[in-house]
């Protein structure tokens, strides 16, 4: 088999596109429910208990719950975790905490993802700064996905936009290609590697940035999964699911009200 082949990014019809717009307006929905729940003293078990009823009431499943034995149904990133924190009792939240909520629910067998980092009672200037400057990471690397651009030309603008702040850029995590499956071709890294792949209509994929405050290097903990920040300092990371149109570039993971503003 040509591995080359199996590593082509998979390109929606129109009507695969439509099954994708259902199961990342419904990521979208369940983000701001299961963050409406944050508060001082709620631990992040709760979290994944308010989602796992969210998705049973409708009939979805979870992508992350069992993906390579990864064992809740989202991921909360707490302070200086720079993705897939494992839900816990024993985790709970304080004033002035920032947590990433990162939800995939499945809807008829599509992959919806979406995450967003949420301060809990009043942040301190640095991490608000911090949670700012990611969000606007995240618009710079969506303005940066134009017809016959290519992938590279993402990480640059978030890469750009990061340093010029002070801040560095995870390299061990990058976006994915999604669809019926969870993780695809192709990587989107968040940091400018090379020009990389040509963006094509009918590519469907995810941009999510996750920045730090100190140094971009990662560790894994000895759950196989909670990945943090080497230095301890703090790191936030924004993610949106995006497909390529006649249009050029539409965000699907958006709640009905949204609009999105390329600023
Ligand atoms: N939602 C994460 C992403 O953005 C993946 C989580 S995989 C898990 O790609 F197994 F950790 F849940
Ligand atoms: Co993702
Ligand atoms: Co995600």
Redesign the pocket.
């Known amino acids: 088999m040509d591995s080359r082949i199996e590593e082509l990014p998979e390109l929606l019809s129109s009507s695969d596109l439509d099954r994708m717009r259902r199961a990342c307006r419904a990521a979208a929905d369940m983000l701001w429910h299961v963050a409406g729940y944050l508060k001082p003293g709620i631990t992040t078990q709760d979290l994944d208990d308010v989602a796992v009823a969210w998705t049973t009431e409708r009939g979805y499943k979870n ?3 069992n ?4 064992p ?1 149904s ?2 909360t990133s707490v302070n200086e975790v720079v ?2 924190g ?1 839900p816990s009792p024993k985790v709970k939240l304080k004033d002035g905490d920032i947590i990433n909520i ?3 629910p499945i809807v008829d067998g599509w992959f919806g ?1 979406t ?1 967003r980092t949420f301060f809990v009672g009043t942040p301190s200037p640095a991490a608000k700064k911090l949670v700012e400057v990611t969000e606007q990471c995240l618009k710079k690397g969506i303005a940066a996905v134009k017809h016959g651009g290519r992938i590279g030309d993402i990480g640059k603008a978030i890469a750009d936009h990061a340093h010029a702040q002070g801040f560095s850029v995870v390299e061990d ?1 990058v ?2 290609g ?1 669809g019926r499956k ?2 695809m071709p192709p990587q989107v890294p968040h940091y400018f590697k090379e020009r990389g792949a040509r963006l094509e209509k009918g590519m469907v994929f ?1 941009i ?1 940035p996750m920045i730090n405050e100190g140094t971009y290097r990662t560790r894994t903990l000895k759950d196989k ?1 909670t990945a943090v920040t080497t230095d301890g300092k703090l790191s936030a990371q924004f ?1 949106h699911t995006i497909a390529i149109t006649d249009k050029g570039v539409e965000v699907l993971t958006l709640r009905e009200s949204e609009t999105y503003p390329l600023a």
């Open positions: 992508g992350p719950l993906y390579y034995g990864y809740r989202i991921c993705c897939h494992i990162d939800v995939s993802d995450s995590f976006g994915h999604i969870f993780h995810t999510e999964w993610e």
